[in-house]
């Protein structure tokens, strides 16, 4: 109970901002907040989280706007603990996202809906991302790109996206995914639509940290962690008058030497 609310009172004082954030002044990134709950360095790519989920989630959290952004912070104690070796499962999720509600969603926002069997074959049907299939899907992206309301721009977007796939680059999946729903958050059809892809995004996130047991795993080390941050503060607040001094005495003295 005391750790819930020592973490309540913890993400009250912070503000999630663009980029990796200042600790001293209570700003953060959503996974700058990872790296703090987990007791690591000051750090948006912490070591004990699912690189995958770490790229998507810094892409969202620089493009969104800041009050959405606040609504990332439950996320950060969720990912502490996913480096699981379920990246590959992670970004699958992320590209059928893509693949199977971004881009159809992207269409009907165009005017052009798509029909049950187009989009029945927007999919990546294994984990494995056979070559075979990835190259069907750029194919059929090409040769539907004006149903799908995509531009040159867009059409190449998605045949990197999946040659990403392709290579077995993970972490290059998950930014091409982000920065796709990203480009069409910020540039939506019809600007009231930008909110649906933010919101997508942020579902994406929620799902991906959904995949495999890292959230169970990560409570006891959040625990320890927040236990360990208490006895510092309190040897900080005994201890960190006579700490200072000394300090500024070693400085004297060295001054003095010199």
């Not at 059929?140 to 392709?166: F, P, S």
């Not at 930008?194 to 995004?201: F, L, R, T, V």
């Not at 006895?231 to 008058?241: K, M, V």
């Amino acid at each position: 109970m005391t750790t819930d609310i020592s973490h309540q009172r913890l993400y009250d004082s912070i503000s999630l901002v663009p980029r990796v954030g200042d600790r001293s002044v209570n700003e953060l990134c959503v996974m700058s907040l990872v790296a703090l709950l987990a007791g690591e360095r000051h750090t948006d790519r912490p070591s004990g989280a699912c690189p995958v989920i770490a790229t998507f989630a810094i892409k969202v959290n620089d493009g969104i706007d800041c009050e959405a952004r606040q609504t990332l912070k439950p996320f950060a104690p969720r990912i502490v603990g996913t480096r699981d070796g379920l990246a590959r499962g992670r970004a699958w999720v992320l590209v059928n996202g893509i693949l199977g509600e971004v881009l159809p969603r992207w269409a009907q926002d165009n005017g052009h809906p798509l029909s049950d069997e187009l989009a029945a074959q927007l999919r990546v049907s294994s984990q494995a991302f056979d070559p075979d299939e990835l190259n069907t899907l750029i194919g059929l992206v090409r040769r539907e790109a004006h149903n799908l309301g995509l531009d040159r721009g867009r059409q190449n977007d998605i045949r990197y996206l999946l040659r990403a796939c392709a290579r077995g680059s993970d972490e290059l999946v998950a930014n091409s995914c982000a920065s796709f729903i990203s480009d069409l958050a910020r540039h939506p059809a019809n600007q009231a639509d930008s909110g649906w892809y933010w919101n997508k995004a942020i579902d994406l996130i929620d799902r991906i940290c959904d995949v495999g047991d890292g959230p169970a795993s990560a409570g006891a080390q959040i625990e320890h962690h927040a236990n360990t941050q208490a006895q510092r503060i309190r040897a900080q607040e005994a201890y960190g008058p006579m700490f200072q001094w000394l300090f500024k005495g070693r400085k004297k003295r060295s001054k003095a030497d010199a």
